[in-house]
């Protein structure tokens, strides 16, 4: 079974600074999908960035980036320049694709990492 | 498009009664998962439906729950009868293909008392 760590339950920032967060998977698998979800307050899950496995190059989406180490297995977020509306619990996920009538991906959700931003 | 649609957004209950949360998924996506966050927990898998046919549901955790999927627009997930323990937040999510991550409901708050 796939299980996905993160190892940070918590994590601060100041404003305007850069913070990393890890993740790492455990898969056999060799084509799979990674990504992160920026929980709120709301509670709302919104996807953060998303990364291919096949795919060597970091995805990047404005100031969220992916370092992507397959053979580490491991998936960290960059996020530069934080913001106060970062703040916000942090989830990766692992996602292997469904080979039924085109289904979706199962992900695996790890346990979170809480970010906190400081003024 | 709306989003994925759950309601009720908040609900409390006493122990023993029966819950139905509701989901409309996004249309066109053709797989939908119920999920539950807990503090202790995180997020846990209960059930996943793909062309409105339950695929997998070991993460159901007991009988109490059962979920249905009527047709590509509509599911429900229902605690019958309900207990302090089930008080969480259960999510709803549906997928559009093999490349896409999960588009999430708003969630519900389920607290029973």
């Known amino acids: 079974a796939q299980t996905v760590t993160q190892s940070q339950p918590e994590m601060s920032v100041q404003e305007a600074e850069t913070v990393t967060l890890s993740c790492t998977y455990d898969?056999?698998?060799?084509?799979?999908?990674l990504f992160w979800y920026k929980q709120p307050p709301s509670r709302q899950m919104i996807l953060v960035i998303r990364?291919?496995?096949?795919?060597?190059q970091n995805a990047t989406e404005n100031r969220f980036s992916v370092n992507f180490q397959k053979a580490a297995k491991s998936f960290s977020l960059k996020i530069s320049d934080s913001q106060l509306g970062d703040a916000a619990m942090y989830f990766c996920a692992y996602g292997v694709y469904l080979n039924l009538n085109n289904a979706g991906n199962m992900l695996t959700f790890g346990g979170g990492t809480r970010l906190m931003v400081k003024p | 498009d709306a989003g994925v649609i759950q309601s009720p957004r908040h609900e409390v209950t006493e122990m023993g009664q029966e819950v139905t949360l509701r989901c409309k998924p996004i249309?066109?996506?053709?797989?939908l998962f119920w999920y539950r966050q807990t503090m202790m927990r995180g997020l846990e898998l209960l059930i996943y439906f793909n062309n409105n046919v339950p695929i997998d549901d070991s993460g159901m955790p007991e009988d109490r729950f059962s979920a249905k999927m009527p047709n590509a627009s509509f599911s429900t997930l229902k605690i019958q009868p309900s207990e302090p323990r089930d008080s969480a937040v259960y999510f709803c999510?549906?997928?559009?293909?093999?490349?896409?991550?999960?588009?999430f409901g708003s969630g519900t708050r389920l607290t029973v008392v």
């Open positions: 999510a549906s997928s559009s293909g093999p490349w896409g991550g999960y588009t």
């Open positions: 249309s066109g996506h053709n797989s």
């Open positions: 990364q291919e496995a096949y795919k060597q």
């Open positions: 898969t056999s698998e060799s084509d799979y999908y």
